[in-house]
């Protein structure tokens, strides 16, 4: 029964929005004077930091442009050359614990090879037919 | 490029309603102060070489990131402890609204302009108070999209969010202050 389009509704949703707006900024406008007051200041402050934001932008594309006009190219290496030596420093540690590691592993089983071969060998094991293979076979 | 003048008239066009929409959000006049200037600063600081159109949009957002800030930096800070000021009514004023009929009512010469004067701050104080109480992106899309006067476009660009997200804040926002201002009887 209450059937109104989507546009209407809309309209109507504007209409109330706006009205609400103008009655905030009736509010707005009648702020105490203290409060103005610092809005005042504050804004005062944020004009005086434009100032110091240009400046600093200007120094900086100064100074790079500066680098870029008398193209300081011992400087550049240097820094292309520190950036890599973390890399540099990283790869070789890897190196060095890959070998490490590989020689450990070396020695453990070097270690459970004498053990085995200095070893005596029980009795039984004369008996048994496939060590006098092993020991056929290893001529 | 915004010249000084331009950015200090774009800054006083915006300074009061950047205030009472902080004060909105945080109910606290002092920080909202804070969040205002610190808002000014940044955008004079770091966009001050911007061209003037892009001045609203760029403040919005600065704005409202000051104000995301200001709330972490109170729950880090009230980690165990309630804000208290949340809990102040702010439609408390039952008294003085009495007493200012009473007056209008006693001075015959002035009493039309007085009583709609006393109505007028009436209706304002509740659609404060209606605004206060609206979910935050709610609030946020419709004082963007009504009082800052920007359009779906601008104002989703301003919240990171979709056109179709602030069509539904705005209507869900228009939908409680016209429901709660009716059952108070009062009209924007």
């Not at chain 1, 973390?86 to 490490?100: D, E, F, N």
């Not at chain 2, 066009?13 to 109910?27: D, G, I, L």
């Not at chain 2, 601008?154 to 804040?169: L, N, Q």
Request: hydrophobic letters at 40%; aromatic letters at 6%; proline letters at 3%.
């Amino acid at each position: 029964m209450n059937s109104i389009s989507p546009a209407m509704a809309l309209a109507r949703q504007d209409q109330f929005g706006r009205r609400i707006a103008a009655r905030l900024d009736a509010g707005a406008d009648e702020l105490p004077h203290d409060i103005t007051e610092r809005l005042r200041a504050a804004r005062v402050q944020a004009l005086a930091r434009r100032q110091v934001g240009l400046q600093a932008a200007q120094t900086v594309s100064a100074s790079a442009g500066q680098a870029t006009l008398t193209g300081d190219e011992h400087v550049s290496l240097w820094r292309r050359l520190a950036s890599v030596l973390p890399l540099l420093v990283l790869a070789a540690g890897l190196v060095t614990i890959h070998v490490i590691q590989n020689e450990r592993r070396a020695s453990e089983v070097a270690e459970v090879d004498a053990a085995i071969l200095t070893d005596e060998l029980p009795p039984a094991a004369y008996a048994d037919p496939g060590f006098v293979q092993f020991l056929k076979s290893d001529r | 490029m915004a010249t000084e003048r331009e950015l200090s008239d774009f800054l006083k066009s915006v300074e009061k309603r950047a205030f009472k929409r902080s004060v909105y959000h945080v109910r606290d006049e002092e920080a909202a102060l804070d969040i205002v200037q610190e808002s000014m600063m940044k955008l004079a600081e770091h966009y001050g070489d911007k061209p003037p159109a892009e001045l609203p949009m760029l403040f919005q957002r600065i704005l409202s990131n000051c104000t995301l800030d200001w709330f972490r930096r109170q729950k880090t800070r009230n980690a165990l402890f309630s804000n208290m000021s949340d809990f102040e009514s702010s439609s408390d004023d039952g008294d003085f609204d009495l007493l200012e009929t009473y007056t209008a009512l006693e001075n015959s010469q002035q009493s039309e302009s007085a009583e709609d004067a006393t109505r007028r701050a009436q209706v304002l104080q509740e659609i404060e108070a209606q605004i206060q109480n609206l979910p935050t992106r709610q609030r946020e899309a419709f004082l963007m999209r009504y009082w800052e006067d920007m359009d779906v476009a601008e104002t989703a660009a301003a919240m990171g969010c979709s056109e179709g997200s602030v069509k539904t804040h705005c209507s869900r926002a228009v939908q409680a202050l016209s429901k709660a201002l009716k059952a108070k009887g009062l009209q924007p």
